[in-house]
């Protein structure tokens, strides 16, 4: 009773705390934990693997099993993506009523992102899944409904990303249900190569196994930024784990959006600009040029409108207010460029010169200063630190 009620109450926590925007997947995930990302809009995602263990135990008898995971997944909406999995297994036991071969588990499943990762807040989602064991002698005939909540967090500005998950499944059958649960860590080197350390229990090589904890370490090669391979292999710490536990899989994304929902050389999440963002950009700049400023403004809230993940539109927007000698409207503009590109130093340089602009002389030296911070070698922001008197630069 008590864990068909934590199985509710993980539904009603999905809904309650359904709110912002979506990530994006191509780049980072492991084989051995779920992670919070979604597919864009129209996005494909295929994937083919083979996993294999030894060991493990399911009613007092061991078992030995191969599965051959095949997967096809769509993202219907910007936070909603769909998916169909259809595996073919093989399993040898010391008791022969698990013995057997053929189609494992068909499932449906639907995967809805509630956050995504920005500023200190993780990514988080919630997937749904409904399974038949059509041939599978461990599960035979059992309808199961699953429920997995992720957690997804990036870090060292995309380099390493953490994963933690919290699953429970019901089998529909004399099956005993299952909880999940798994956290991952994963770390980018070489620039398309990945590393994966991570830990889980009741991932179901073999439906119906409990209480098994099991050890893996993958690695992961992008070999495009819409193909990647991935490898890991791994142990159990448990009576019940597997003995040794291998898998490989292919991933490959297809679609109006594949491929740029990623930087996948650095693992950047952000979304690619919506149509039409970029042209009224490009109208911006040619308007800045032309000192037009007001002109500028309302084509940089234009491209705003459309997707206000641009740093360079809301650094733009405040060197134009800046120009026409609205400082208070340029600092607004330069914050929240700043939240959106944290790293570049020339945004609270603009900032310190709109600030002393307006008189506020503590401000802009607190904004040369974090400027300094992020780049030593701001020339600019050193002269005007030093002596305020003097104050010097353009916007940049």
């Known amino acids: 009773m008590i864990r068909r009620l934590l199985f509710f109450a993980i539904v009603l926590f999905t809904f309650l705390f359904s709110f912002s925007k979506v990530d994006a997947r191509i780049g980072l995930g492991t084989m051995f934990a779920d992670d919070a990302t979604v597919l864009w809009a129209g996005t494909w995602e295929s994937k083919i693997g083979l996993d294999a263990g030894a060991g493990l135990m399911l009613e007092?008898?061991?078992?030995?099993?191969v599965r051959a995971p095949i997967s096809l997944r769509y993202g219907w909406k910007d936070r909603l993506e769909v998916g169909f999995g259809i595996p073919f297994a093989f399993q040898s036991s010391s008791n022969s009523d698990f013995d057997g071969s053929g189609l494992s588990d068909l499932s449906v499943a639907l995967k809805y992102q509630m956050t995504q990762n920005e500023g200190n807040y993780p990514a988080t989602s919630t997937e749904i899944k409904l399974g038949y064991g059509l041939n599978n002698p461990a599960s035979s005939d059992a309808i199961?409904?699953?429920?997995?909540?992720?957690?997804?967090?990036?870090?060292?500005?995309?380099?390493?990303?953490?994963?933690?998950?919290?699953?429970?499944t019901l089998f529909m059958s004399k099956r005993d249900d299952v909880f999940q649960w798994g956290g991952a860590y994963e770390r980018r080197f070489r620039d398309t190569m990945r590393w994966?350390?991570?830990v889980n229990s009741g991932q179901q090589l073999v439906p119906g196994v409990r209480k098994d904890?099991?050890?893996?370490?993958?690695?992961?090669?992008?070999l495009t930024p819409t193909l990647e391979m991935a490898f890991s292999g791994g142990a159990g710490f448990t009576k019940e784990s597997p003995n040794w536990i291998a898998r490989v899989g292919i991933t490959k994304e297809f679609g109006k959006t594949a491929g740029?929902?990623?930087?996948?050389?650095k693992a950047e999440w952000g979304r690619p600009p919506a149509p039409g963002a970029e042209e009224s950009i490009a109208q911006a700049e040619s308007a800045m040029a032309q000192n037009d400023y007001p002109l500028a403004i309302s084509l940089y809230r234009e491209a705003i409108s459309k997707d206000s993940s641009i740093p360079s539109a809301w650094n733009n927007m405040g060197n134009a207010y800046?120009?026409?000698g609205r400082p208070r409207e340029a600092i607004e503009a330069y914050e929240k460029a700043a939240e959106l590109e944290p790293k570049n130093a020339d945004i609270p340089f603009n900032i310190g010169l709109a600030y002393y602009r307006i008189g506020e002389v503590q401000s802009a030296?607190?904004?040369?200063?974090?400027?300094?911070?992020?780049?030593?070698?701001?020339?600019?922001?050193?002269?005007?630190?030093?002596?305020?008197g003097g104050l010097t630069g353009e916007t940049k």
């Open 60 to 65: 007092g008898s061991e078992l030995s099993a």
């Open 144 to 168: 199961s409904i699953g429920i997995v909540y992720a957690l997804t967090k990036v870090f060292s500005e995309g380099r390493s990303a953490g994963h933690l998950n919290l699953g429970y």
């Open 196 to 198: 994966s350390l991570g």
């Open 213 to 222: 904890i099991v050890g893996e370490l993958g690695l992961t090669k992008e």
């Open 260 to 265: 740029d929902a990623t930087n996948y050389r």
């Open 322 to 324: 800046y120009r026409m």
């Open 365 to 388: 030296r607190r904004a040369f200063a974090r400027a300094l911070e992020i780049d030593p070698n701001h020339s600019l922001a050193r002269s005007n630190l030093i002596s305020l």
